[in-house]
């Protein structure tokens, strides 16, 4: 069982920057390729940013690439997602997400967070 709680999400303008993190419990962090996904109201869940279990591989949607970087300090068991020159298009509530089944890009992750309000005003 894994449990996540994301902080770090805000109000702010654009041009700004965040740094989210997502604390996570439980024995498998370390093993486990980490996600972060956000949502709009309105829309559907999407896809922004991925890492795998060591740090080696990452992946970004390519609305964020150069903007967003995703990390992760497995001795602390947080993994973080720094936003750059944020947009209003980037207003969602961003979750951290756990255990990926199958392509890291989709929302089909073992364990997800309650996420965390971003808003970008122009």
């Known amino acids: 069982q894994v449990q996540l709680v994301e902080s770090g999400g805000g109000s702010v303008q654009a041009g700004d920057s965040l740094r989210l993190s997502c604390a996570a419990s439980?024995?498998?962090?370390?093993?486990?390729?980490m996600g972060w996904f956000r949502q709009a109201p309105g829309k559907e869940r999407e896809f922004v940013a991925a890492?795998?279990?060591?740090?080696?591989?990452?992946w970004y949607r390519d609305s964020v690439k150069g903007r967003a970087t995703i990390s992760r300090d497995n001795a602390k068991n947080t993994v973080y997602l720094q936003m750059n020159d944020l947009k209003p298009e980037d207003t969602a509530v961003y979750y951290c997400?756990?255990?990926?089944?199958?392509?890291?890009?989709?929302?089909?992750?073992?364990?997800w967070g309650q996420g965390t309000q971003v808003t970008v005003s122009s």
């Open positions: 890492i795998s279990r060591n740090g080696f591989i990452i």
């Open positions: 997400a756990a255990e990926a089944h199958g392509d890291v890009r989709e929302p089909e992750y073992a364990y």
């Open positions: 439980g024995r498998t962090f370390s093993t486990s390729t």
